[in-house]
């Protein structure tokens, strides 16, 4: 069964960067596609970043294009979101998540078997 633990949230200041760390165990992260959502206070869970298939391309919304990157460590079993120029509105509870499915759509929420508990992300001076 496959678990996944969120690290490296926090305060930071706008404009400033974050790493957040999606760590798996109970098995190898070879065969999962990962995706990172996101969830602000009284807001439904949006997407934010994703890969097409284990290790593939990725892809990643709007808001946060060109400033968000998503990228793994297959050694360490480890998915991470590079986060910089950061603003107020990125203020969430930031998920990764992963699925088996790699032609299901990965922006949609329901196409992931798997979360991790979240992680606070807060931005504000």
């Known amino acids: 069964q496959l678990q996944l633990v969120e690290s490296g949230g926090g305060l930071v200041q706008p404009g400033g960067s974050l790493r957040l760390s999606c760590a798996a165990s109970?098995?190898?992260?070879?065969?999962?596609?990962i995706g990172w959502f996101r969830q602000a206070p009284g807001k439904e869970r949006e997407f934010v970043a994703a890969?097409?298939?284990?290790?593939?391309?990725?892809y990643s919304a709007d808001s946060v294009k060109g400033r968000f990157t998503l990228s793994r460590d297959n050694a360490k079993n480890t998915v991470y979101l590079q986060m910089g120029s950061l603003k107020p509105e990125d203020t969430a509870i930031y998920y990764c998540?992963?699925?088996?499915?790699?032609?299901?759509?990965?922006?949609?929420?329901?196409?992931?078997?798997?979360w991790g508990q979240g992680t606070q992300v807060t931005v504000s001076s």
């Open positions: 998540a992963a699925r088996t499915n790699y032609y299901s759509g990965y922006a949609i929420k329901s196409s992931y078997d798997y």
């Open positions: 109970g098995s190898t992260l070879d065969y999962y596609a």
């Open positions: 890969e097409r298939w284990s290790g593939g391309s990725t």
